[in-house]
């Protein structure tokens, strides 16, 4: 029997890894033998996880109640409110993505067993199990099984994923022919936008919207850029961009921006009723309607508006809005010409005549890190206001959120000893958190304690853990960061409750020695 044949489980996985071993001996039939086994043991395996994941959330309804002990019963909290977090610090990635693995799991479970059954079989590939999932979340679940009944056989039978989508498409409208409309307001109320990182110091910013805001949006920015003069050296491309961004950050220079709000309302309120946020109005024929001619006319009236205030006398203190505050840390070597990269914060690396064009622009502080262990110590400042000054050195110290696996930027600044019971104001009782797991550090079964070399270690109701350090700014002075470095997730090494009640006595013992006790919530603002 060929690899490919054999079911999913040990015993593959063993044939798998023997014929691995010694892949020279192995013919190129062989080989992708080896590959397609290799495959259905992926799919067996991402599909365990997500019935796994599925228990775990059924274990913990919403509804279900806790507290932590000897609390306020106005602390008590829904226990299902922070599975995404204890999800989340197993796996290694954020709250929102464990939040949506959560969330599929649990249709899996409840609404569409055949496509977990197929999954876990190691018959259908992992992004047509998501497909199916995402493409009948609009439906009820009788709607979604029966969707389900007429993809699923073709699906199994290793049809091409394009061609999956569109059954799927083509299986709503017959199965739901009457919620085009709903399901376009359900998408249209869904909208949202995000940034991703690049490579070369360089991003992308992603939006999403109905057809006719994104159509408007992109014939008013194409002609815009058509409009400039032909001795712009920018390629067509690369005036879009450009004017996109000058748009979005309001750094366009105007005289008359009445003209310009004018016609951008009239747009507005062309497409408000589609998007969720506008009066009522007779449904669209369709989920698309006439979305490219209303995008014309809502594209050629902004362009009008535009073009009007353009072609006028620019006045540079009429720019509207302001431009946001960036950071970026840069060494001295690189302001003085050298090559080395820059950091742009929230983002990576720069090259340095971007890092030197910044800095020209912008205002200079001075940041002082420990060389041995790459904290940020200080922030200089042109005037001395202590609380602003705090404030700026924990949020340079810590980057980011100090939560695990969180990317977000800093929210709140969070007392670990709460201001309540004696904690101070100073930067080792102060951490920069986002705002959810400021609220997560008091959850029911969670504890946070602070190590001596500026660590949080956050330890989860079932015992996983995961430590947090601050930025360490030794990557920008060219020393290769030895100890501690970055958070890794640790399970429960023997008996959870056990690790948890150890680690807690420590947590108690550190803050009666310091004559506080830990728990409770923090002051505001902190």
């Given at each position: 029997m060929a690899v490919r044949d054999e079911p999913v489980g040990h015993a593959l996985a063993s044939r798998c890894e023997a014929a691995g071993a010694e892949p020279g001996d192995l013919t190129d039939t062989e080989v992708l033998d080896v590959v397609a086994g290799a495959e259905r043991l992926v799919r067996w395996a991402s599909a365990l996880r997500a019935r796994m994941l599925g228990e775990f959330a059924a274990r913990h309804p919403p509804g279900s109640r806790a507290a932590p002990p000897d609390a306020d019963p106005r602390a008590v909290t829904d226990v299902s409110r922070w599975l995404p977090d204890q999800v989340a610090l197993v796996l290694g990635v954020s709250r929102e993505e464990a939040r949506g693995l959560l969330a599929e799991a649990q249709r899996f479970r409840g609404v569409l067993p055949a496509t977990l059954a197929a999954w876990e079989a190691g018959r259908l590939p992992g992004r047509t199990a998501v497909a199916i999932a995402s493409a009948t979340v609009v439906l009820d679940d009788p709607a979604a099984r029966a969707v389900e009944a007429r993809v699923l056989p073709a699906a199994t039978d290793g049809i091409p994923y394009r061609l999956v989508r569109e059954r799927l498409r083509r299986a709503i409208a017959r199965v739901d022919p009457d919620g085009a409309t709903r399901r376009h307001r359900r998408a249209a109320a869904d909208r949202r936008m995000s940034i991703s990182r690049a490579e070369e110091g360089m991003a992308a910013l992603w939006l999403g919207g109905t057809a006719a805001q994104a159509e408007a949006s992109w014939r008013c920015v194409d002609r815009l850029a058509r409009s400039l003069p032909g001795t712009d050296p920018r390629t067509l491309d690369q005036r879009r961009v450009d004017l996109a961004h000058q748009l979005l950050q309001g750094t366009m220079t105007l005289t008359d921006l009445d003209v310009v709000r004018a016609a951008t309302d009239t747009v507005l309120a062309a497409t408000a009723t589609i998007t969720g946020g506008g009066p009522a109005s007779p449904a669209p024929a369709g989920p698309t309607g006439h979305a490219g001619a209303d995008a014309a006319a809502g594209a050629d009236a902004v362009l009008a508006a535009v073009r009007t205030v353009l072609a006028a006398k620019p006045d540079p203190t009429s720019a509207i809005g302001r431009i946001p505050l960036i950071h970026v840390v840069v060494g001295l070597d690189t302001l003085l010409g050298a090559d080395t990269p820059a950091e742009l914060t929230g983002h990576g690396p720069v090259p340095a005549t971007t890092a030197r064009a910044l800095a020209a622009g912008g205002t200079w502080k001075r940041l002082v890190t420990d060389p041995l262990t790459g904290t940020c110590l200080d922030l200089g400042r042109t005037t001395y206001r202590p609380p602003d000054a705090l404030a700026d050195l924990v949020h340079a110290r810590d980057h980011t959120c100090r939560g695990p696996s969180?990317?977000?930027?800093?929210?709140?600044?969070?007392?670990?000893?709460?201001?309540?019971?004696?904690?101070?104001?100073?930067?080792?009782?102060?951490?920069?958190?986002?705002?959810?797991?400021?609220?997560?550090?008091?959850?029911?079964?969670?504890?946070?304690?602070?190590?001596?070399?500026?660590?949080?270690?956050?330890?989860?109701?079932?015992?996983?853990?995961?430590?947090?350090?601050?930025?360490?700014?030794?990557?920008?002075?060219?020393?290769?960061?030895?100890?501690?470095?970055?958070?890794?997730?640790?399970?429960?090494?023997?008996?959870?409750?056990?690790?948890?009640?150890?680690?807690?006595?420590?947590?108690?013992?550190?803050?009666?020695a310091d004559g506080v006790a830990e728990g409770g919530s923090d002051e505001p603002p902190f």
């Open positions: 969180c990317p977000k930027p800093v929210r709140d600044l969070d007392h670990h000893i709460p201001w309540a019971r004696g904690g101070t104001t100073s930067a080792d009782n102060l951490h920069g958190l986002c705002r959810g797991h400021h609220k997560l550090k008091d959850a029911p079964g969670w504890q946070v304690v602070a190590t001596p070399d500026g660590g949080l270690t956050w330890i989860s109701p079932c015992g996983w853990s995961e430590t947090t350090f601050p930025e360490d700014y030794r990557r920008f002075t060219g020393r290769v960061p030895s100890a501690p470095g970055s958070g890794a997730t640790t399970g429960p090494t023997t008996d959870a409750a056990a690790a948890r009640a150890a680690r807690a006595d420590g947590a108690a013992g550190a803050a009666r």
